[in-house]
């Protein structure tokens, strides 16, 4: 199974950036469309961004639109999330996961229910941004 490591997150103050890793060692990447999630306690699972496997297609949730931009290096392993004027409501642990099915439909990569299977997820890296 893919293993996919997540890195990145941190503390940082409203209005500051950071930039998220989602990497392999072992496989590479370019077979899968990969997706940035997050959860807080409490709330639900939101798809922030996808890409397709050549990166030609990308989705950004609302809530990020503007702020947040996904790219990938297939090459390296590794897609990345640079999250630019972070806000307290960005607060969460951030996932990514992988997708061998989706192609251009990252939207609904994004935004499948709980009964969806991805490939594989990673363990997961906090981002907390105090008010």
């Known amino acids: 199974q893919l293993q996919l490591v997540e890195s990145g997150g941190g503390l940082v103050q409203t209005g500051g950036s950071l930039r998220l890793s989602c990497a392999t060692s072992r496989f590479t990447l370019d077979s899968y469309a990969i997706g940035w999630f997050r959860q807080a306690p409490g709330k639900e699972r939101e798809g922030v961004s996808c890409?397709?496997?050549?990166?030609?297609?990308?989705y950004y949730a609302d809530s990020v639109k503007g702020r947040f931009t996904i790219s990938r290096d297939n090459a390296k392993s590794t897609v990345y999330l640079q999250m630019n004027s972070l806000q307290p409501e960005d607060t969460a642990t951030y996932y990514c996961?992988?997708?061998?099915?989706?192609?251009?439909?990252?939207?609904?990569?994004?935004?499948?229910?709980?009964?969806?299977?991805?490939?594989?997820w990673g363990q997961g890296t906090q981002v907390t941004v105090s008010s």
């Open positions: 996961a992988a997708d061998s099915k989706a192609r251009t439909n990252v939207q609904s990569m994004c935004n499948h229910g709980p009964e969806y299977s991805y490939d594989n």
């Open positions: 890409i397709s496997r050549g990166g030609l297609f990308i």
